[in-house]
């Protein structure tokens, strides 16, 4: 079985200060993870993946994101906030299951960016 | 290069009526998901569609049914619509050879469905 816990339901910050939202999974096999954002009335952006490379991953728009398998966390972070970024942000693991991915997705972060 | 389109965007039902949903993949991809949102809720995987069979099938009862189109389009039927089906329903397509390596999802704007 799979699960991912979304620490925060909101967080909130001030533009140009560091974002960092976070993630924890539970997966019974090395998982792939993503995050995927999504603006009001839009549907779902990938931001970044993890499938076993490198462990700190680049995204798109600044964001980045570090798997640490000790921890069993992939938190998402941006060193500087823009307003643009305001948005439902989503963590989602996803591990094979009869030759395909099926993808679990947390509960999600709003993320609140203030003037 | 469109990317994933559904239709309607907008549906209204009453209890016990049934509704299909429509879309279309972005162009080049051959594998349609379909997703549940409730407000407040991440999305929810209802099952997935490949070569015009359903692959895989989350946790939702039979009242949800799909089908794939050899143009890989796909329309999601929900039958004896409950109160509770009220939500977001969200398409995602993807390239079917993507999903043994870790899927990359694109998706559409979604339907917002409305049972009263």
């Known amino acids: 079985a799979q699960s991912v816990t979304q620490l925060d339901s909101h967080v909130s910050v001030s533009e140009g200060t560091p974002v960092l939202l976070r993630c924890n999974y539970s997966?019974?096999?090395?998982?792939?993870l993503f995050w995927y954002v999504q603006h009001p009335n839009k549907g779902l952006q990938l931001l970044l993946k993890y499938t076993s490379a490198a462990t700190l991953v680049k995204g798109i728009n600044g964001f980045e994101a570090e798997f640490k398998k000790s921890e069993t966390s992939f938190h998402l972070t941006k060193p500087s906030a823009h307003m643009s970024d305001a948005a439902e942000y989503f963590c989602v693991v996803s591990v094979p299951s009869g030759g395909s991915y099926i993808p679990t997705f947390g509960r999600g972060t709003s993320l609140i960016v203030h003037p | 290069d469109a990317g994933v389109t559904q239709s309607p965007t907008h549906l209204i039902k009453t209890r016990g009526q049934q509704v299909t949903l429509r879309c279309s993949p972005k162009s080049g991809h051959d594998t349609v998901s379909w997703y549940q949102q409730a407000l407040g809720q991440g999305p929810q995987f209802i099952f997935q569609?490949?070569?015009?069979?359903?692959?895989q099938r989350g946790n939702f009862p039979d009242r949800f049914s799909g089908h794939q189109f050899p143009n890989y389009s796909s329309e999601l039927n929900v039958n004896a619509l409950l109160l509770g089906d009220s939500a977001l329903y969200l398409c995602a397509s993807s390239w079917g050879q993507e999903v043994y390596v870790g899927e990359k999802l694109f998706f559409g704007s979604g339907t917002q469905l409305s049972v009263l």
């Open positions: 569609y490949y070569e015009e069979e359903e692959r």
């Open positions: 997966s019974s096999y090395s998982p792939s």
